[in-house]
């Protein structure tokens, strides 16, 4: 699937993931919306099903596959979300999840 990053067409979904990210970063209430109803909480944002999927099971490294840049998934790590802290943060960028 092609990425922004890649040169392709999937510039929107790229940019939620970052959206969120960035949100996860500085709305305390985002956050915790995310913790208690992800799936809900995401359900917004433009995402292709394999994007959610990934996002929602904490999968950075297929994200960053995907065209996610890796400094900004990391607040997902920081902000303890989706399953992710900032050990399994560095895991997962590294080796995607299967």
């Given amino acids: 699937m092609p ?9 929107m979904s790229m940019y939620s993931i970052h959206k969120i990210a960035q949100l996860v970063r500085k709305d305390a209430e985002f956050r915790e919306r995310l ?20 996002l929602l099971a904490g999968n950075v490294g297929r994200l960053a596959q995907l065209g996610a840049h890796g400094y900004l998934l990391g607040s997902l790590g920081q902000h303890t979300v989706l399953g992710l802290t900032p050990e399994t943060y560095v895991q997962r960028i590294h080796q995607p999840m299967a």
Avoid: K, S
Avoid at 3 to 11: F, I, K, M, S
């Fill in 3 to 11: 990425t922004a990053y890649g040169g392709g067409t999937n510039t």
């Fill in 35 to 54: 913790r208690t109803d992800p799936v809900a909480t995401i359900g917004g944002f433009r995402l292709t099903d394999e994007e959610q999927r990934a």
